[in-house]
């Protein structure tokens, strides 16, 4: 299957998330990306850091996360996943060994779901070493 076919099919297509996008792990590479989510260079090297941010308090937990324009409250930061709310919408970013997949969920969508459906992708990708 294509990265595209990822945030098409495996992503957006659930519902579960209406805009993502697949990085390679330092954030320098788009892989794919659905139409009109663009994350910008400077918030996807704000998602790598928080990544090797090993603190106990995470500075993006401080400071929230930008992605397409929008700030986010971190709800949740560890070594693999980061989650962010804005309001009732959010985001739900995973690192896997040479990925990171950066999604957007809407209002529609409960929060718990939305995370599922990328950590089930996130899982997937490193069964077969990505």
Do not use: C
């Not at 139409?35 to 998602?47: C, K, L, M």
């Amino acid at each position: 299957m294509s990265w595209q076919a990822y945030v098409d099919t495996s992503l957006v297509g659930t519902g579960n998330i209406d805009k993502a996008a697949i990085f390679n792990s330092e954030g320098t590479s788009v892989w794919a990306s659905s139409s009109g989510f663009a994350v910008a260079p400077e918030e996807i090297r704000e998602v790598v850091a928080a990544y090797k941010d090993k603190g106990d308090v995470k500075k993006v937990q401080s400071n929230g996360l930008h992605v397409a324009g929008e700030r986010f409250i971190v709800i949740k930061a560890d070594d693999r996943s980061l989650y962010g709310k804005k309001g009732k919408e959010g985001i739900v970013a995973v690192k896997t060994g040479q990925a990171i997949l950066v999604t957007h969920y809407p209002e529609t969508v409960q929060p718990g779901v939305a995370a599922n459906t990328v950590e089930q992708l996130a899982d997937y990708l490193i069964s077969v070493g990505y």
